[in-house]
């Protein structure tokens, strides 16, 4: 049993002063409003739910600061991506995939949703273990001591009515039954839940995609990030992703739909009224020159919001849950368009990611804080009401995970994260 004590937390009700907290077993059994810190462990700052981080390609991590400054396209990019999933294996991703996940952890991400997809050896053979892979990624989270909900994707067409290209054959089961036995293989366990997810509709042509949406858990797919993806569609099948994805009996709320980027006022409603969810990515779409998604007009027609760090050019929800804001601002010339209560909401949204009891600083929830700094040269003089709109994941603490404390003073369990990634990018740069 422990108690902390936090000067001021966000409960689900808003923002509270003195809460004290008691965590048995790794969650909340007491939670009290304008209490005395007494014996308690006292957290420094604004204490806030766990973050939740929807959308993740671990891999990515090892494009960042080298993809940004050289101009190209989504697709040229794409190209340098492929390059390196191709010298991706079982082992050097276990590296890879722990060290950023122990960069979430600093961040304050507590649960990461791993859309996953490099699932085969380079040449589309199976490994012995035909979950190698995402077994490799449950044991990195686990070491990284933070949860993730593996999104196994399937990803069968290089293109709408394409075969598979030679670089994305690793991705491919060749078959959406396929796919469904070998992830049926995945089992969860208390810190991994299993999820599906349909690539994009792009990569899953339309007779597989009411297989992939019959999953029971949380289904998630990209949706309408580039343009080229909303013409190819409606060239193919007349009618847009998001139509495409209703037909197909794959919205809903268990759904999210990752990027909705570029969508018709149509779209909006479909995706508000099943309350089919909205994962934004605000610094991967601004990286990617991708465009600003609607994200007001579906949170009003009825999606909950998410945010996600995608390809990892930060690893930062601060900044994510920011640049939404400001992505809104830029757009229509208005401030405030998402209060920071909402936007504490979409930072920890892990329903999302089929955790719904997490999330949130309430009795029965598991025991996920985070600590942000009100004294740091970014943080000082801000009020613990605006300080997300000001602080980065530097001004992070402490950060404690099902009872569990995994940032202390804002060192990670495994020491030296910076240490940890360059490693284990150099053991990826060496292979093939
Ligand atoms: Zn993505």
Redesign the pocket.
């Known amino acids: 049993m422990t108690d902390y004590w936090c000067p001021s937390a966000w409960l689900p009700d808003g923002l509270v002063s003195g809460v004290r907290v008691r965590v048995e077993n790794g969650v909340f059994t007491e939670v009290s409003a304008g209490s005395e810190p007494g014996d308690a462990t006292r957290l420094p700052g604004v204490v806030f739910p766990g973050f939740a981080n929807a ?1 993740s ?1 671990a891999f990515h991590r090892g494009l960042r600061g080298r993809t940004h400054g050289d101009g190209g396209t989504f697709w040229t990019w794409r190209t340098r991506m492929y390059d390196l999933a191709g010298r991706l294996d079982p082992d050097n991703y276990l590296l890879l995939a722990r060290a950023v996940y122990a960069e979430m952890a600093l961040a304050g991400i507590t649960c990461v949703g791993e ?1 996953h997809y490099v699932h085969h050896a380079p040449d589309g053979t199976r490994y012995r273990d035909p979950n190698a892979m995402g077994h490799a990624l449950a044991q990195a989270a686990r070491e990284a001591g933070i949860r993730l909900t593996l999104l196994d994707t399937c990803y069968l067409a290089g293109g709408i009515g394409q075969e598979i290209s030679e670089e994305q054959r690793r991705f491919s089961d060749g078959d959406v039954h396929v796919w469904a036995e070998r992830v049926a293989r995945l089992a969860p366990t208390p810190d991994l839940r299993i999820g599906a997810a349909i690539h994009s509709v792009r990569a899953v042509p339309r007779a597989a995609l009411a297989t992939v949406a019959a999953f029971d858990g949380p289904i998630h797919v ?1 949706l309408s990030e580039q343009p080229a993806e909303n013409d190819a569609c409606l060239t193919a099948y007349g009618r847009t992703p998001t139509q495409l994805l209703a037909d197909a009996g794959a919205l809903g709320p268990r759904t999210t739909a ?2 909705a980027t570029h969508l018709t006022s149509h779209d909006i409603a479909l995706l508000g009224e099943s309350h089919t969810g909205a994962c934004l ?1 605000p610094t ?1 779409e601004a990286d990617l020159a991708d465009g600003i998604g609607p994200a007001r007009e579906l949170a009003d027609a009825g999606s909950p919001i998410s945010l ?1 760090s ?2 990892h050019a930060v690893v930062d929800m601060l900044l994510e849950a920011r640049a939404l804001e400001h992505g809104e601002r830029l757009r229509t010339g208005q401030r405030g368009r998402f209060s920071p209560a909402e936007l504490v909401g979409a930072m920890t949204a892990h329903a999302s990611l089929g955790w719904p009891e997490a999330g949130r600083i309430a009795v029965g929830a598991p025991a996920d804080l985070v600590a942000v700094r009100l004294d740091s040269p970014r943080t000082a003089g801000c009020t613990p009401e605006q300080v997300l709109l000001a602080a980065t994941a530097t001004d992070i603490d402490t950060v404690v995970v099902g009872g569990r404390e995994v940032v202390r003073a804002g060192v990670h369990i495994l020491g030296d994260v910076g240490r940890l990634l360059g490693a284990a990018m150099a053991v990826v740069e060496a292979a093939r």
């Open positions: 959308h390609h859309f990209h990752v990027h990515c991967t996600g995608d390809q």
